[in-house]
């Protein structure tokens, strides 16, 4: 695999004024091309499933950068709960693939979520357990549910490591998550609002 000249990039982060005639018409482009290559590789290398999502942040993405996608400004109460595209080209541990997410703030065409996970299971005793102390374990409140209300199929985490601020064109509009407007019990809401607080007091 090929590399780019990382410093050289980000010495120019700041200030992209810096950046040449000679560099955008030669060295930009090539850098470009290479990238290009390389993400031709990745996108050969994934399965269809998620292939399909690559190319979803891809067109995303273009769209933004023509001004060609329109704002969602849609108002997102809460506790809702989305079907969200993060993106697959994230770094390392970065939440990545379509999740749902659990709206926890908005503004104006953007929101603060959390995504929900499935729980890890052991192979051996077939135990649930949570992977690291950022893991919430949604635990469904006792009683029917409300038609409005959203809960897991299977065992599942809420990942407060990987809470982000997102455009809410990200979310999947097309989806029945979104159509039919469901929202998080408080169960689950009260839980990741003890595990952000004692991850801060861990920190101060």
């Known amino acids: 695999m090929s590399y780019l000249d990382r410093k050289k990039h980000e010495g120019k982060l700041e200030t992209p004024e810096a950046f040449n005639k000679s560099e955008t018409d030669s060295e930009i482009i090539g850098d470009i091309e290479l990238l290009q290559a390389e993400y031709k590789k990745v996108l050969a290398d994934q399965n269809i499933k998620y292939s399909g999502t690559w190319l979803l942040e891809r067109d995303l993405w273009l769209a933004s950068e023509t001004k060609a996608l329109a704002e969602n400004t849609d108002t997102l109460s809460r506790g809702r709960v989305v079907l969200v595209n993060p993106g697959v080209s994230n770094i390392g541990r970065e939440q990545k693939f379509v999740h749902p997410y659990i709206v926890l703030g908005e503004h104006k065409d953007t929101f603060i979520g959390v995504p929900i996970t499935n729980m890890a299971k052991n192979k051996e005793n077939g ?4 992977r690291h102390f950022f893991e919430v374990e949604l635990k469904d409140p006792e009683g029917e549910k409300p038609f409005t209300e959203y809960r897991c199929t299977k065992p599942s985490v809420a990942d407060i490591r990987n809470i982000a601020g997102l ?30 607080r004692s991850s801060l007091a861990t920190i101060l």
């Open 127 to 130: 135990q649930y357990y949570l």
């Open 167 to 196: 455009d809410k064109r990200r979310i999947i509009q097309d989806h029945q998550l979104y159509t039919d407007k469901k929202y998080a019990p408080s169960t689950y809401l009260n839980a990741i609002s003890r595990k952000i």
